[in-house]
Nanobody, 119 residues
Framework: VEVAESGGGLVQAGGSLNLSCVASGTASAINDIGWSRQVPGKRRELVAR?????ITTYADFVEGRFTISRDKHTVYLQMNSLKPEDTAVYFC????????????????WGQGTRVTVSS
């Protein structure tokens, strides 16, 4: 399974961006797909995730500003009311089940898309 993100960019504080993530490849099932973010010198942190039956989870700092949605293996992160502290590289990951002789739960990550929010 490969994951590809798009939609990052430069936006002013208070603006919006819509990130997209496409998971593709061979898997028995693609389960949760999530967005995390990372700034230099800090740990990667979860932003939001969505299960394959639409159950969503958000980090506390989202505070209702972001919405994650899913259409099969494509996941969107609509980010509104962006703040300078939202500046980070945003990564998408897909949890999937791969079965050959036995089944493995695996995790695929994209290369990230940069979001910069100016004040």
């Amino acid at each position: 399974v490969e994951v590809a993100e798009s939609g990052g960019g430069l936006v002013q504080a208070g603006g919006s961006l819509n990130l997209s993530c496409v998971a593709s490849g061979t898997a028995s099932a693609i389960n949760d797909i999530g967005w995390s973010r990372q700034v230099p010198g800090k740990r990667r942190e979860l932003v939001a995730r969505i299960s394959n039956d639409g159950i969503t989870t958000y980090a506390d700092f989202v505070e209702g500003r972001f919405t994650i949605s899913r259409d099969k293996h494509t996941v969107y992160l609509q980010m509104n009311s962006l703040k300078p502290e939202d500046t980070a590289v945003y990564f998408c990951n897909a949890e999937f089940l791969y079965c050959a002789d036995i089944c493995h739960n695996l995790d695929a990550w994209g290369q990230g898309t940069r979001v910069t929010v100016s004040s």
